[in-house]
């Protein structure tokens, strides 16, 4: 499966911004999709994951509330709002065929180019 990430922008504090993440290939809908960020000088963390069957969900404690991850078609989206300076980072879309450990990057096989996005306090 192929993954594209897109929507990031600059924001104000307090702002909303919804990512998209466009897939390609066979069967997308086995596959459980997650959201991580990478913030400069630090590492790849966790943000939001949802099952392939779009059942269940998880969140890192960081943005629990304020982001909503969904998931439609071919397509995935992580709707961040409440936005802070600290959720600035680059933003992935990833892919794994199965749900396990989800917030373990390692676990997860298939990744998209990063989308910047960018809150102003």
């Known amino acids: 499966v192929q993954l594209q990430a897109s929507g990031g922008g600059l924001v104000q504090a307090g702002g909303s911004l919804r990512l998209s993440c466009a897939a390609s290939g066979h069967s997308f809908r086995s596959y459980s999709v997650g959201w991580f960020r990478q913030a400069p000088g630090k590492e790849r963390e966790f943000v939001a994951h949802v099952s392939s069957s779009g059942t269940s969900t998880s969140y890192a404690d960081s943005v629990k509330g304020r982001f909503t991850i969904s998931r439609a078609r071919n397509m995935a989206y992580l709707q961040m709002s409440s936005l802070k300076p600290e959720d600035t980072a680059v933003y992935y879309c990833?892919?794994?065929?199965?749900?396990?450990?989800?917030?373990?990057?390692?676990?997860?096989?298939?990744w998209g180019q990063g989308t910047l996005v960018t809150v102003s306090s």
């Open positions: 990833a892919a794994q065929t199965g749900g396990s450990r989800v917030w373990d990057r390692n676990n997860w096989g298939y």
